[in-house]
């Protein structure tokens, strides 16, 4: 076993992504997830790795998409504004089928909002954000250890379909610190080559393009179709998510990230207090865990979101339970991340209204 | 462990400068150690000048400092969550204010170092100690050569010298004696190249009480952990 040290999420996500096999980084500072492109910066440079910072978000995230097209595992790591600012070119790179991976370490919104952790931004990163039908894979850490894993998972997944992958983590998560173990750095041979499409030089091959334009209505309809296939595939293949005491629960939290954590010292609290609660904490958010959450309904009175936004997360679990049991919401925003105590009454006021 | 109440280091100072690489735990270490001031000396302040992290800042334990009768020196309400870099300059007025015992809880890295650097004046003119804090389980800290050379480089920065190392390796609830052992050979490397002593190694209170004294090398003072996540 690889011996573990403690890290800042950020340095985590960094440290792991450059074992997970990420070559070029491009990025621009902000809070709270300077310390990913600081740590870029500092450890790159030592592994013969490159990194550069560009002159704003625009500019970063359309050196992502160059670099995407030669099939070199590429990455850059933003908080919400900066992930706004990058929304043009991430819809290109989804509507050229490039593999590239972003890191949103969320802070609180709109606008300029503040620096302290939020999840106002799952609408932007499962239903769009940017133009055109497509989608990202969305996947979202409750711990440092499953943020550290995923960076492989995001790397394989954005080779694997040829589509972007984003990690959505509040800004907690990128600022607390906690033990870890660092896989090791993978060896080449397990990065896909991507010798059929990418772009290296010609040579004597035939040539390769890589585009999201068509100005033949049909055949852009017909790039549309076939990325929906793979979308299909995705969600066939790649839901991943945890449950919690649910076995015998009769109400059903769905949280994810940070708010997953918490939820989990509130079920205690709750079953302490005879409510049998349990969890369902979506890790990938699209493609989204409908199932498991469509079946528990079948079995629970109630099934709750809690997110640190207005409710958007809650609309997915609603079209999951499809109107079976009441779906009562809660969330706190502005950058305060509600306390487990805090969610316990919540429950308490839903569940009493309901029996 | 360390009796602070015969300790010549509270007789010679007045200032305690917490400073180093980021995550060293220089903010808890500060959050316990102007606690233990406060028992001792009844005029006590502590100031907040980390202009580096977002959270887990000396200002997040304002009010209950307060409480406990320790002055705390952080930005104006208005900007106290701001990403801006702000030094109160009731700063400069405490470290030379001698009815006062004064730590400073410095931000992580070069940048906070270089923040240092504007107090230094006031150090130089003041008795002041200047702790340099160092956890071997953290990344660009894990050998001798990397601490000495993080300490030469942040010590340039601040424009302060060092008077003494605090040895803080730990791994959270999974730091072992081991562990804490490895990093005291790793930090009598560095202290023996760069001459600065070893002032103590830091034990977090659940662990100090199964910790004998002659377990480890160098003196022990003991922290409790204050900036905990809502579950913990």
Known sequence: ?????????????????????????????????????????????????????????????????????????????????????????????????????????????????????????????????????????VLSPATIQEAVNMMFDAFDLADRYRNPVLIIADGLLGQMMEPVELPDFITPDRIPN????????????????????DLDPVKLEEMNLKNYETYQKIQENEVRYEEYLMDDAEVAFVAYGTMGRILKTTIRLAREAGIKAGLIRPISLWPFPEKPIREAAEKVKMVMSVEMSMGQMVEDVRLAVSGKVPTPFYGRTGGIVPTPTEVFEALKREWEALV | MIDFNTHPILKTYKNFIFFGMFGSGKTEISLSFVRTLKTLFELVAIADIDTVSPFFRSRDEKAPLEAAGIRVMVPPFPFLHGDLPIIVPEVGG???????????????????????????????????????????????????????????????????????????????????????????????????????????????????????????????????????????
């Open chain 1, 1 to 137: 076993m690889a011996e573990k040290i403690l890290l800042k999420g950020n340095e985590a996500m960094a440290e792991a992504a450059l074992r997970a096999g990420c070559q070029v980084y491009f990025g621009y500072p902000i809070t709270p997830q300077s310390e990913l492109i600081e740590y870029m910066a500092k450890r790159m440079p030592e592994i013969g790795r490159t990194f550069l910072q560009a002159e704003s978000e625009v500019a970063a995230v359309n050196m992502i998409y160059g670099a995407a097209c030669t099939g070199t595992r590429v990455m850059t790591s933003t908080s919400s504004p900066g992930f706004s600012l990058m929304m043009e070119g991430v819809s290109y790179i989804a509507g050229a089928n490039l593999p590239a991976v972003f890191i949103n370490v969320v802070r609180g919104g709109p606008g300029l909002g503040d620096i302290q952790p939020a999840q106002s931004d799952y609408f932007q990163g499962t239903k769009g954000g940017g133009h055109g039908d497509y989608r990202l894979i």
């Open chain 1, 194 to 213: 991507h010798e059929g499409w990418a772009l290296r030089g010609k040579g004597s091959r035939e040539q390769h393009t890589i585009t999201s334009f």
């Open chain 2, 94 to 232: 405490f470290l030379q204010n001698e009815a006062y015992r004064v730590v400073v809880d410095v931000g992580g890295d070069d940048d906070g170092a270089t923040v240092l650097g504007s107090l230094s004046r006031f150090a130089k003119e003041h008795p002041t100690a200047v702790f340099f804090v160092v956890n071997t389980k953290r990344p660009f800290s894990e050998t001798p050569n990397a601490i000495i050379h993080n300490m030469y480089r942040l010590s340039q920065k601040s424009r302060m010298s060092i008077t003494a190392i605090i040895h803080n390796t730990h791994l959270q609830a999974e730091t072992t004696l081991d562990m804490i052992a490895q990093g005291e050979a790793i930090l009598r490397e560095v202290s023996e190249a760069t001459k600065v002593p070893v002032f103590a190694t830091v034990l977090q209170d659940s662990l100090a009480r199964a910790v004998s004294d002659h377990a480890l090398s160098f003196p022990t003072m003991t922290i409790h952990r204050y900036l905990k996540t809502s579950w913990e």
